[in-house]
């Protein structure tokens, strides 16, 4: 650990202007690691990934323009340049919030048309072996609950 502080303080500090740049444009993939409390940390890996797209065009255009500490203000006092910094951390909290419940609301819908053919496929074998194959759980509705019909 004091070797990695030893030589990223130093790195820093050659590359003072992308270090304020990044240092700046990944607050808001600083503020996913502090309030994430999952200990797989996927809040800030999903936003920090977009956050750093965001960043890097600026990066890149300081590196090869100006490297200078007033270069790097050029690019704080743009407002479009924050707005696709801060833009695509944004992008990253509603991947990070949008992702789960669609693939949870497919995979419920995936699980009801399913349990729907299996069913059908029960209601099948009861009509063509007779009410025995189904158990004992099964009654004279098809094995449907009261009010329930094939989907």
């Known amino acids: 650990m004091l070797t990695l502080i030893l030589l990223i303080i130093p790195a820093g500090l050659v590359v ?17 690691y502090v309030t994430d409390r999952d200990p797989e940390k996927s809040a800030p890996i999903t936003v920090g990934g977009l956050n750093f797209c965001g960043c890097m065009p600026y990066a890149i255009d300081l590196w090869k323009h100006n490297h200078t500490i007033t270069a790097a203000g050029k690019i ?11 833009g695509a951390a944004a992008i990253g909290w509603a991947l990070y919030y949008g992702i789960p419940p669609a693939v949870a609301n497919f995979e419920v819908m ?19 072996w007779g009410p025995d194959v189904a158990g ?14 094939p989907a």
């Open 16 to 32: 003072l202007p992308t270090s304020i740049l990044f240092g700046v444009g990944m607050i808001p993939t600083i503020v996913a």
């Open 76 to 86: 704080f006092a743009d407002p479009v340049a924050w707005l696709i910094m801060y």
């Open 110 to 128: 995936r699980a009801e048309k399913r349990v729907g053919a299996l069913k059908q496929v029960k209601v099948g074998l009861v009509q063509e």
């Open 136 to 149: 004992d759980t099964f009654d004279d509705s098809g094995g449907f609950a009261p009010g329930e019909e």
